[in-house]
């Protein structure tokens, strides 16, 4: 509380330090008892103006005041919101056409990203046998079966003859994928399968070195013949990551002497699987 005398404020600091200045001047003529008294007042002065950064956080936000509020709404908060927003209100709107077509490819590619995310409900549906040949198919690709000799393909209508019911004696042998824009978002859709023996990516342009280490650790026990043409992002990296298919025969490349670290990384790839062939001469291979 502030006291006012004669038209000036005071505070309580301001009179308990007046009082200690006037104990001081006549702390001489005095007994030493006020002296002790005085030392006392000067040292309560001192501890209540020196406050420390913890003493001022007196405040806290609403959301560490009401927990249970702040886990609910965590959901819909993200820490990018207000950065991305600024961004998008600074930066200028081009409406050339070449950013019209920079703003389509990239709304393009956020597209196919979510369609080929992961769905329980197919899984839990078809399995995951079914689950993954349904998933290739419809995109382009080609799927064989265990004891069987044809090939599954859509036509031109995307019309193609699958059952829509778990089956158990259905498991994938072969997956064609050729020229299929599958990206690194829908190999957990394969992550199931046992069994295939034969893959194709050949033409599939947004495969990556880590694309294909999670590719070898998904078909690591069952994986023969592997086509890696025409895979502009795969380098050495990922190459080198095949040396956990231990099973692995057969393994196309576009030019396993293109770069002295690529020739090496596949000449140690031979030392660590006696077995595997790389092959880099064209091949073709017809889906009947």
Known sequence: MYKFVNGSRFTRQSVLRQCCCGMSKNSDTEDPGKALVVKDLRSKLKESNSV???????RTSWHQEQGEHYSFLRTFYKESNNRSLLQKIQSPIDFSPSGIKKWWGKKVDEYEI???SYIPERHQILGNELAAAHFIVYRGGAVKF???DKWIKANEYKEYSLPRHYQTDKYLQAIDCSNMNLRYEGLVNIRGLKKVEWLSLNGCDNMDDWCLDTISNIFSHSLLYLD???CPKITY???GALY????LKILYLDDFLKSTVYELTCLMLQEVN??????SDPVTFEIS
């Open 52 to 58: 420390t950064s913890d003493q001022m956080q007196w």
């Open 114 to 116: 979510i369609s080929q």
């Open 146 to 148: 265990f004891n069987e």
């Open 228 to 230: 890696l043409r025409n």
């Open 237 to 239: 990296r990922g190459i």
């Open 244 to 247: 956990k298919m231990q099973n």
């Open 274 to 279: 006696p077995d595997l062939d790389i092959k």
